[in-house]
């Protein structure tokens, strides 16, 4: 297990490499993979602070350098500061969302749970800021979120849906939603992502959205016992 834990953090740097370097060449000292893989495997491990992450790379040096070259040790707080300002954040979630996808692969069945929820404490009043609002896709066997979207409010959580359900790969998976999800546009999108929809409890498929017609197909559950009174 601890073997396959260690091969999948080097293909981290594998799903990174086509992130583009914004920095002058002539003044790196440090590899934007390196910088890259060190923040991730810092998250991971519960960091919350640049400080946090430089911190995890200097106790960690031995055992990241089995995978990364880090030819000038780890890179300062402010420089793992700096390049994440810099990156381009649609193109590091495209690869960090493909390196989750590959981690889902080796299970058989998953379960890939959708919900939106309001971030306790995220508003500002002062400066006009209403609460932040995310879709999540929750992968109930790894215990993990596959990918997030931010809405501006509940009446946008369907769009929110189709976006997350477009960077997801879905294959061999059972994908739950509240009633906010039962939309045609979803249920297609998902059968569409190789994702199937659940039965209900006896093993019967749930009711259709309305216009949905044969578009739908339950996932092979198979039926629930009654337990004994």
Same mark, same amino acid.
């Given at each position: ?15 990174f ?8 060449s ?9 910088? %890259? ?17 430089? %911190? ?33 954040? #649609? ?16 299970? &058989? ?15 500002d009043? #002062?400066?006009?800021q209403?609460? %932040?609002?995310?879709?999540s896709?929750?992968?109930? &066997?790894?215990?993990?979120?596959? #990918? *997030? ?12 849906? @189709?976006?997350?359900?477009?960077q ?8 739950? @939603?509240?009633?906010?999800?039962? *939309? ?6 998902? @059968?569409?992502?190789? #994702? ?7 093993? *019967?498929? *749930? ?8 578009a739908?197909?339950?996932?092979? @559950? ?8």
């Amino acid at each position: 297990m601890a073997e396959e834990r260690g091969m999948s953090i080097e293909n981290l740097a594998h799903y990174f490499s086509t992130i583009e370097d914004p920095r002058c060449s002539g003044k790196v000292e440090h590899r934007l993979i390196d910088i %890259l893989v060190v923040a991730v495997c810092a998250v991971i491990a519960c960091a919350e602070s640049w400080d946090d992450i430089a %911190l995890y790379g200097r106790s960690k040096l031995v055992w990241l350098r089995t995978f990364l070259e880090l030819p000038n040790d780890i890179p300062s707080h402010d420089t793992f500061r700096r390049v994440f300002m810099l990156i381009d954040p #649609g193109t590091f979630e495209t690869g960090f969302t493909a390196w989750v996808g590959s981690l889902v692969d080796r299970f &058989e069945r998953e379960v890939v749970a959708i919900d939106g929820k309001t971030i306790r404490r995220s508003f500002d009043y #002062g400066r006009e800021q209403s609460p %932040l609002h995310v879709v999540s896709a929750w992968a109930s &066997e790894q215990g993990l979120v596959l #990918g *997030q979207r931010c809405v501006d409010g509940k009446s946008n959580e369907i769009t929110a849906v @189709l976006e997350l359900l477009d960077q997801l790969a879905l294959e061999n998976s059972i994908v739950t @939603l509240d009633a906010m999800g039962c *939309q045609t546009a979803i249920a297609e999108r998902i @059968l569409a992502r190789g #994702g199937e929809l659940p039965a209900d409890a006896q093993g *019967q498929p *749930q009711a259709r959205p309305r216009g949905c017609g044969g578009a739908l197909r339950p996932a092979l @559950l198979p039926p629930r016992r009654a337990l004994p009174c």
